[in-house]
């Protein structure tokens, strides 16, 4: 037989493009437009409602940048419209749209007159069915116009200036169009199902295969049975050509799909805050919408935070919202306050990420999440299992590691190991996007992309519009009808998420394991780009450690009692959990969003400060002594952890020598020495009298290298930008301040256009030299690096992450090892060989890379990196331009316990206060290696004393932990602070005595 398959298929594609598409709607009528422009930013239906409505044209332009325009559409149907079997009324807006990423463009809310929610107008669902207006046959409601511009600009990358509304310019980025009462053919829309399905899996099936001829010539016979100039007329008989072929059973080992509705929706990134609020209440107006039409749809929805907006801006809706959770069609899933970044948020962060998450949803729904749910998040800390499982949930879905660059992970399904041995019931969904339409090149390629065929035999897959939200549409649920039992498709049936885990975990018992971080082999630049974005994190994480310990500290002490201010603490942790989603606190969002950013971080640190000076004030009551509050885990200048006393001076001062128009600094602990030029050539530890820089190096090494990525900016940092480097070793000046028993060396060079003043401080006592690194940073696509050479054989850098440490090797054996040349570390990152180590902390910084070389001399040259500012020119073309303070201390003769004591002392300044008296800790642990993170007053109001333990070094520890106060029971609790058997934990009346295997996380809960 001839070959006619492309003939057949290009005449399908005419036909369906120009004569059914076109047919959908038989008729129409425009609609009466009025409209009323917002002057700046949005405003409240109620608002809106009450202004005056001008006359608007059909086809006007409309929209400067970040506007919104009001329209009110009337009209009257058509007589006998809609009454015709299969034939609906619907109305139809076009804001303007291209059938191109929905979500990244103008959207629209529709609004009946009394205020309440219609549904959304979006790019790829256009429609209002008549009957939600319920006005029967008049037409009258409101659209919420929103002229988002588009800011991905097709991915070019290209610098633009669309981020800022300073920027963004006036003119309208949008043109109307049809705007119309329009009568729905059914027959014709579900005969456009029906070749969208068969035409999307005939193309994915295997030429030699006789499906894909069957369904051709079905197709074939349909375009032969149809007449083109009346397709309403015969669009029945092509959908009974096309019945035989669509219900076909599919085959008996086709692999299955769990498909749930889902949006994922990011709470700030080509938008702002403010425009994510509004996509959220489109995006579940359009899902319980859809639940009214399809019961058996069902929808999962994560982040807290988006739902919190609901309950707060759109109340009716969040009411229509929690009926659906009682009939399990919308479902909270994730138990986060947002999908986070989770390399750079603290431990402590971490978990409230889950506590604020899991409680909302337990307090508005009832519903306590078993899964974590982060499809987008740019890699995967090493910590997440064990706090996934303290928070009371069992299962992790993730989408992003199918984006890595060179190594392609081994499982689909799989149990994943974290640093402390804990086991997490883990699916990574072989369909590839978050974003499904469930089209046949997606489900062909979920079944032949599926790496544990023989041992497992479902995967997940999340349908619906996402990034900019949208949702799930009447066609994807269509689709998933088709596909429930199709010949040469996967079975798909609409299901949760728990569905899917349940089966899966039941069906497939021996999984293979995967130990240790997920790293992502792309985005490294995220730990970098936006360092007042990341300032602001990292400070705001400490002060709210201090101002719990400190409010916790004087409820208990005050004999008069001091109010724990637990709703605002609530607030603020909410706030700054909020900014750490994956778009904010990587740097990778538009430069409003890091302007919200930095306003907020400011507005919490005012909050926080005054927190904490009551509780000071409470605790210590009034006085002139001057007190050293030390919120550290460990002593600090005479003053034990988690105390206020006054503090001890050093016996010894620095002493300064000056040597080749450079300095000696030696405060008897440790000596550096600094050279004319302010680079660091010696550094040394009294106590092992070890020389820590490498033979013929230097340390506070500042190297300017070019940074060009491929492709996504602000996200990623590219291996060869090691091959353009400006090496940073001429300074204008270097002179000597002495301040009391210190000493300060000040450095002054210049980075390209970029004036640059260290100051490199040792303090009297101290095991650490200090570099302050003040910057004018005005480079465009430069990345600025500071490194020490270290003489150190160390075939691994162990780098802090939540509740631990994590360690990477510092060769490039595998592939799997060169992928990771730049690396996240939180306060610390330690090189070492048995006996001797280094540590170098930072106060804000998460960027780093180690490599290794062999001199000639036979020793080995381990270089610990710190990555210090970027530029990147998109999303932000002015990413970082500004002034910036970054300080990093390098601590030779360091033991991982020195590391982590490193950690929180760069990033708790000494706080000194007045007072009458000292104040003994609520606290004391006996074993430096089990590490208090937080010490607060228990969520449930009682008074309750809750504190947060892990093991630091990595190894099995025991010690003790003891109360200062009266206390009746002690026992451990989940992350919710729910009774729990805490293993390696023997409670006692006022203290626990613990048994804990390496990086072991506890919760105490101290009845008082």
Not at 599 to 617: F, K, P, T
Not at 725 to 744: F, H, I, P
Request: charged fraction near 25%.
């Amino acid at each position: 037989m001839h070959d006619d398959r492309r003939i057949t298929e290009v005449r399908l594609d005419r036909f369906m493009r120009e004569r059914v598409d076109t047919a959908v709607y038989t008729r129409s009528v425009p609609l009466n437009l009025g409209s009323w422009d917002v002057p700046d930013e949005p405003v409240s239906v109620m608002e809106a409602l009450h202004h005056d409505f001008t006359p608007l044209d059909h086809g006007s332009p409309w929209g400067r940048p970040w506007s919104t325009k009001w329209m009110r559409l009337q009209g009257e149907v058509p007589d006998s419209w809609g009454t015709a079997p299969d034939t609906a009324v619907e109305i139809v807006v076009d804001l303007g749209f291209t059938r191109e990423l929905p979500g990244f463009q103008c959207e629209g809310i529709a609004w009946r007159p009394d205020g309440t929610i219609i549904k959304a107008i979006s790019p790829r669902n256009q429609y209002i069915p008549l009957k939600l207006l319920g006005s029967g046959m008049a037409v009258d409601f409101y659209v919420e116009a929103a002229a988002n511009p588009d800011v991905a600009q097709g991915w070019t990358f290209a610098a633009m200036p669309y981020g800022d509304k300073a920027t963004a310019g006036q003119d309208p980025k949008y043109r109307l169009g049809t705007i119309a009462i329009a009568e729905l053919n059914q027959t014709v829309w579900a005969l456009q199902q029906d070749v969208w399905t068969l035409s999307g899996l005939m193309h994915e099936l295997p030429m030699e295969l006789p499906r894909r001829h069957e369904i051709l010539r079905a197709l074939e016979r349909m375009l032969d049975i149809m007449d083109p100039d009346d397709v309403p007329g015969t669009a029945a008989a092509g959908r009974a050509a096309l019945a035989e072929v669509l219900s076909r059973p599919a085959y008996a080992s086709a692999h299955q799909l769990v498909a749930t509705g889902h949006a994922h929706i990011d709470s700030a990134w080509l938008w702002p805050v403010r425009e994510t609020i509004r996509k959220c209440a489109r995006t579940f107006s359009n899902v319980v919408a859809l639940m009214d039409e399809s019961p058996d749809f069902v929808f999962s929805c994560s982040s807290a935070q988006q739902l919190a907006w609901m309950k707060e801006f759109y109340p009716e809706l969040f009411g229509r919202i929690r009926e659906k959770v009682k009939a399990g069609q919308f479902v909270p899933v994730g138990g986060m306050w947002v999908e986070s970044d989770t390399n750079m948020p603290g431990g402590e962060a971490m978990a409230r990420q889950f506590i604020e998450g899991k409680k909302f949803f337990l307090d508005e729904f009832g519903v306590d999440c078993q899964e974590a749910w982060l499809p987008d998040s740019f890699g995967y800390s090493g910590a997440l299992p064990q706090i996934v499982k303290a928070a009371g949930s069992k299962w992790f879905l993730t989408q992003k590691i199918s984006w890595n660059q060179v190594n392609r992970m081994p499982h689909h399904t799989f149990n994943w190991e974290g640093i402390d041995g804990t086991r997490l019931f883990t699916h990574f969904p072989p369909i590839d996007t978050y974003n499904s339409e469930l089209s046949g090149r997606e489900l062909a390629h979920a079944e032949r992309n599926y790496r544990d065929h023989g041992r497992g035999t479902v995967s997940l897959v999340p349908f619906g519009y996402g990034d900019g939200g949208g949702g799930p549409t009447r066609e994807m649920i269509a689709a998933a009808h088709r596909t429930a039992d199709l010949e040469g498709s996967p079975k798909v049936r609409i299901g949760t998420a728990a569905n899917f885990f349940t089966q899966a975990q039941a069906e497939y018992t021996s999984l293979p394991v995967w130990v240790g971080e997920m790293y992502l082999e792309l985005h490294r630049g995220t730990y970098t780009s936006q360092a007042k974005t990341k300032l602001g994190n990292r400070r705001s994480e400490h002060l709210l450690r201090e101002a719990e310990l400190w409010c916790a500290t004087a409820s208990v002490r005050t004999a008069g009692g001091f109010a724990y201010p637990a709703a605002e603490l609530k607030r603020l942790w909410q706030l700054v959990l909020l900014q750490q989603f994956h778009d904010i606190l990587p740097g990778s969002s538009i430069a409003w969003v890091h302007q919200d950013a930095e306003r907020n971080y400011a507005a919490v640190a005012d909050a926080l400060e005054a927190i904490i000076a009551g509780a000071a004030r409470a605790a210590l009551g009034e006085g002139t002594s001057e007190f050293l509050l030390n919120a550290a885990p460990h002593e600090r200048s005479g003053v034990p952890a988690l105390a206020a006393a006054e503090p001890v001076r050093s016996d010894h001062p620095v002493t300064v020598t000056e040597s080749g128009g450079g300095y000696i600094l030696d405060n008897g602990v440790i000596r550096a020495v600094l050279d004319a030029n302010g680079l660091l050539t010696s550094l040394l530890d009294h106590a092992s009298g070890r020389e820590a820089i490498a033979p013929g190096q230097f340390g506070n090494h500042l190297e300017l290298h070019r940074d060009t990525p491929n492709e996504w900016d602000a996200w990623d940092i590219d291996e060869f930008y090691r091959r353009n480097v400006t090496s940073l070793t001429k300074a204008r000046s270097v002179t000597l301040e002495r301040g009391g028993w210190d000493a300060v060396v000040v450095v002054e060079r210049l980075a390209g256009s970029s004036a640059i003043t260290q100051r490199i401080s040792l303090e009297a006592g101290s095991g650490s030299l200090s570099i302050l690194t003040a910057v004018d940073w005005q480079e465009r696509e430069k990345l600025l690096k500071i490194g020490f050479p270290l003489d150190v054989r160390a075939d691994r850098s162990a780098s802090e992450t939540q509740f631990g440490h994590v360690f990477r090797p510092t060769h490039t054996n595998t592939s799997w090892e060169a992928a990771k040349f730049e690396i996240c570390a939180h306060r610390w990152i330690h090189v070492a060989e048995p006996g001797y180590g280094v540590a170098v902390s930072n106060a804000s910084s998460y960027g780093h890379d180690v490599t290794r070389s062999v001199r000639d001399d036979g020793g080995t040259t381990t270089t610990v990196r710190t990555s210090l500012l970027r530029a990147p020119k998109y999303p932000d073309p002015g990413a970082d331009r500004g002034r910036h303070e970054l300080l990093v201390t390098i601590r030779p003769g360091a033991a991982i316990a020195d590391a982590v004591e490193e950690g929180y002392r760069t990033n708790l300044a000494p706080r000194i206060v007045k007072g009458a008296h000292a104040v003994s800790p609520l606290f004391t642990v006996f074993n430096q290696g089990i590490v208090v993170e937080a010490v607060k007053l228990a969520e449930d109001g009682s008074g309750d004393v809750i504190v947060r333990l892990y093991e630091s070094l990595g190894e099995r520890s025991e010690g003790m932990v003891t109360a200062n106060f009266d206390t009746k029971k002690v026992h451990a609790v989940d992350l919710l602070e729910r009774p729990i058997a805490g293993q390696g934990v023997t409670a006692g009346l006022d203290s626990a005595k613990l048994t804990l295997r390496p990086f072991q996380l506890v919760t105490l809960r101290f009845t008082r």
